[in-house]
């Protein structure tokens, strides 16, 4: 790219907080891209345009790629030039990944390559090939001012005349008391499904219903909502799908999340977990802002298209302290090749933040897997994170697919099991065939990679929630903190085994370990609220179920836990209100008949509990104990705990401790029970 013809110790230095739009424009038409950034200064619209703007010193390739991140808008000078320019081509792509609107002010009638075809077909044309110059960038001033009126129809042709006169001029000072720029772009943001199940760390049906009403469930104040910033942290953003047909979703996801499971394998490096990372999908914010938010020092973001066999991925790491780019590289490779290079990736990031890494470090898997079980294996993992029964029936489809291509793959094992223990824990299937089917799986992930941490930490979940063989549990979750001490999802399997046995000093430092690694994982900050509420930290347990809700205001069970929290603290009018609005109808019902009850409206209360019973008796029998013991029924209570007991209920290994259950702590009865479920009294 070549300069424009302006007098660079003239031109105005542009800090990127102002900039409005980014010209994009082939070398030999530098004296249009000139004439054209003068044009637009002078009607109020700031731009960026190389090299004038690239400071001193600064490395080229880094300042290009600030430049269009700061931008609204692309401008883009479309001539034969600029369709043959390897610069600009990477330019637009950079550009359509970073979903800026792109305007093209087309100065001849080259035909387009399909690449370059592709990027712009929903992009806004003005054909500049007839007519007055004054004329096209009147043309295109609308359309930056409006882009929404003026798209997406072309313009009627208009030639562009550039004169020498015009070629020459210097740019003017730009004006600040005014801004004629304003652009919008519509982005479809996919709402990230609550979890399912309440009491579950990873846990809460999915609505679909509006969110939670903020004035009654507003965040408590001193709760704190930036984490720390560590110097050698990182957060990998959900990479784009540039695929043609836009159809390649599930790898781009699938990819970004195996490059952070791979740099998560970095001892030297904080690796911001999935949860809180995939929450800026499809979002347009500030990397500043990202940093912030999750504690990364660094953010990881790319690209991904893929076509036939072949795969491309552009990634680049850039600061959120400063948006300085601090490395970038592109692949193009067979998709057979994508583990190698997922591991190159990885390994490119690492040395760019100057960590020395070992090569089996960055292997997450075999590198003989069958590439077609690996696509099914991508494909189960996207369908997982739907995290809704036709989600978690999708995906055990696609990793029981992926294993009988080739059972020699491990973590297709594993995300087959761990997908079955969530479906038997949420009443998604037959709880023991499927159980058990969850546990064969496991075992058979653990044959295969002994060293994965993962697959012992499932199988200690399903020690914990489904054998309630505690100390089975405890030899595996040991065995996974031992090889995956610091993987959000493996802490907080071990923080419910914890909370299990009434150890809540444990289960809250797990907890906060898992936090402070994924610092918008709703579910485990769900969990750490039901924890301090066991321990009689009520404060505590109220603050942090209100940041659940301002993370995920449609967090399913947070209404539910929040009112509870409320009840417990002698505020039953704020709980009435706030029960008033839980989406889960066995949620609601409980919490109704628990603090109607409180109210003196026992009458109120029965009906509840008699719709609980009459909806849930065979899905959820503890829910039905724990009202009958808080309203001092204890004969009831206890018959209904040796049903839940006969049914598998998957909220039974949460019986010690439970603040609802206190009075039936003195019975006799209760107390054999805690010894039949081999619990300390």
């Given at each position: ?6 007098d ?16 994009s ?8 891209a000139?004439?054209l950034?003068e044009?637009?200064e002078?009607?109020g619209?700031q731009?960026?345009i ?5 400071k ?72 500049a090939?007839t ?7 009147a043309?295109l ?6 882009p ?10 208009v ?5 020498d006169?015009?070629?020459g ?5 730009l004006?600040?008391n005014?801004i ?21 760390w ?11 009403a ?13 984490p ?21 979703e599930?790898?781009?996801?699938g990819l970004?999340e ?7 394998g ?8 999935r ?24 953010v ?11 795969v ?7 600061g ?12 193009d ?5 994508v ?12 040395r760019?933040l ?22 099914l294996?991508?494909?189960g993992?996207h ?6 029964r ?5 995906a055990?489809?696609h990793?029981q697919?992926?294993l ?10 594993v995300g ?13 299937a037959p ?20 060293k ?14 489904y ?28 923080a ?9 000093d ?6 906060d370990?898992?936090?402070a690694?994924d ?21 505590e347990?109220?603050a ?10 449609t967090?399913?069970s947070a ?14 009018d704020?709980?009435l209100?706030?029960?008033?609005q839980?989406t ?15 109210l003196?409206?026992k009458?109120?209360?029965?009906a ?13 029998a503890?829910?039905?104990?724990e009202?009958?013991?808080y309203r ?11 049903r ?15 603040r609802?259950l ?6 006799p ?11 300390p009294e």
């Open positions: 790219m070549g300069p424009p013809p302006t660079p110790s003239a031109a105005m230095q542009i800090p990127n907080a102002y900039i409005h739009v980014f010209i424009y082939a070398s030999r038409d530098a004296a249009v000139g004439a950034v044009a637009l002078r009607h619209v731009c960026w190389a090299p004038r703007d690239v001193a010193g600064a490395q080229y390739a880094d300042a290009i790629i600030r430049g269009i991140s700061s931008a609204k808008l692309i401008v883009l000078v479309l001539s034969e030039g600029a369709i043959g320019s390897s610069h600009v081509s990477r330019e637009i792509e950079r550009a359509s990944s970073k979903k800026r609107p792109i305007i093209a002010l087309r100065i001849d009638a080259a035909p387009l390559t399909p690449a370059l075809e592709y990027f712009l077909s929903e992009s806004q044309w003005i054909e090939q007519g007055s110059m004054e004329a096209a960038y043309k001033i609308n359309a930056i001012r409006d929404v009126r003026t798209a997406p129809r072309n313009d009627p042709a030639r562009l005349e550039v004169s006169s015009t070629a001029a210097v740019h003017p000072k004006r600040s005014w004629l720029f304003a652009a919008g772009t519509v982005f479809v943001v996919a709402a990230l499904a609550a979890l399912l199940v309440n009491k579950f990873i846990s809460g049906h999915v609505v679909q219903e509006k969110p939670v903020t004035t009654s469930l507003a965040p408590a104040a001193g709760v704190p909502a930036q720390t910033i560590s110097e050698n942290s990182v957060a990998v953003l959900p990479f784009t799908d540039m695929s043609e047909k836009k159809d390649q599930y790898f781009a996801d970004s195996e490059i952070l499971n791979l740099l998560a970095i001892p030297t490096l904080s690796v911001i977990g949860t809180s990372s995939f929450q800026f999908k499809g979002k347009n914010d500030d990397l500043r802002a990202i940093g912030a938010k999750l504690g990364a020092a660094y990881l973001e790319g690209s991904v298209r893929r076509s036939a066999d072949r491309r991925v552009i990634a680049q790491l850039v959120t302290h400063d948006g300085v780019h601090r490395w970038s590289n592109s692949y490779r067979p998709f057979g090749d583990l190698r290079l997922q591991g190159e990736l990885a390994a490119g990031v690492a760019a100057e960590i020395t890494v070992r090569t089996d470090t960055l292997q997450s898997h075999n590198a003989s897997i069958n590439p077609e079980a690996y696509d294996y991508l494909h993992l369908a997982h994170d739907r995290y809704n036709e989600g978690f029936e999708a055990a489809n990793f697919q992926a009988d291509l080739d059972p020699s793959f491990a973590a297709a094992a087959l099991g761990r997908t079955l223990a969530v479906q038997a824990e949420f009443g998604f709880v023991v065939e499927t159980y058990e089917r969850a546990r064969r799986s496991l075992e058979t992930a653990i044959r295969l990679d002994p994965s941490g993962e697959a012992h930490a499932w199988l200690g979940r399903l020690h914990t929630a054998d309630w063989d505690w100390a089975a549990a405890d030899a595996e979750l040991k065995e996974a903190l031992r090889l995956s001490p610091r993987v959000p999802t493996v802490l907080a399997c071990a419910r085994l914890s909370e299990a046995l009434g150890h809540w444990e289960a809250i430092r797990l907890l370990s898992a936090i690694r610092p918008l994982f709703a579910g485990a900050l769900n969990v750490l609220s039901g924890v301090y509420a066991r321990a009689g930290r009520l404060a347990a109220e942090t179920e209100r940041r659940v809700l301002e993370i995920s205001p967090y399913a209404p539910s836990n929040l009112a509870l929290v409320l009840l417990a603290r002698g505020r039953r704020e709980a209100k706030v029960i008033q839980s889960e109808p066995d949620d609601r019902a409980q919490g109704l008949a628990l603090i109607y009850y409180a003196g409206r009458a109120d209360s029965d509840q509990l008699a719709t609980l019973t009459r909806e849930h008796a065979n899905d959820d503890f829910e039905i104990v009202t009958h013991a001092g029924e204890i004969d009831e209570a206890l018959r209904w705990l040796d839940a007991y006969a049914q598998k209920d998957s909220n039974l290994y949460l019986v010690k401790g439970d609802l206190e009075k039936l702590e003195s019975d009865r209760y107390k054999a029970f805690l010894r039949k479920m081999k619990l």
